[in-house]
């Protein structure tokens, strides 16, 4: 079974994606609650990973604009600035058992392009439960601000590499935003 899967995850391309840092002014990274299942309530309930917003680039949309997009959709963001991107695509290979299920079985995975932003409004504008006034699918359960190089530990486990890649691609941002 083993091989098969290796097989399958051989012929399968990865999923663009971009992934958004967004940091405040004292060098904290934004982390979201991940919605297990669809149930918000189940999430808060249990040990739901935290990650960073991240979503699909559209047909005809830059990776930045992707970027600000999922931003707002993921939660009702639109106080901040550009601040840094990675320099490379960093990718994640999903687990065997979700190999030909998840995304419909396109994708062995996803080639993620990482953007750092500072946001520049007050924490009451940030909304992930409804965010865009309701007119987006919630896809956290809660938020916090974490330190950069925590992040890694507080995801899903077999994102933790590209996350540890995201650190270390940003590890100089907290810094330079909190000495300007």
């Known amino acids: 079974m083993t091989s098969e899967i290796e097989s399958l995850r051989q012929k ?3 999923r663009d994606n971009v992934g958004v840092a967004l940091f405040n002014r004292d060098g904290k990274v934004f982390l ?3 919605v297990m299942e669809g149930d918000a309530e189940e999430s808060a309930r249990q040990e739901a990973p935290w990650q960073m917003p991240q979503g699909g680039i559209d047909a005809g949309e830059t990776p930045l604009e992707a970027a600000r997009r999922e931003l707002f959709e993921e939660t009702g963001v639109t106080s901040f600035e ?3 991107e990675a320099p490379d695509w960093i990718h994640y290979d999903l687990p065997d058992h ?4 998840a995304w ?3 994708y062995r995975g996803q080639r993620q392009r990482w953007f750092a932003f500072l946001f520049t409004g007050d924490d009451s504008e940030i909304d992930v439960t409804a965010p865009g006034g309701g007119k987006f699918h919630a896809e956290f359960s809660g938020w916090r601000w974490e330190e950069l190089a925590n992040a890694p530990e507080l995801i899903v486990a077999f994102k933790r590499q590209a996350y540890e890649e995201v650190a270390a691609a940003f590890a100089d941002v907290p810094e330079r935003i909190r000495h300007g």
């Open 12 to 14: 399968l391309p990865y």
């Open 32 to 34: 979201g609650r991940r």
């Open 82 to 84: 550009f601040f840094a």
């Open 98 to 101: 979700l190999i030909g299920v």
């Open 104 to 106: 419909k079985g396109r």
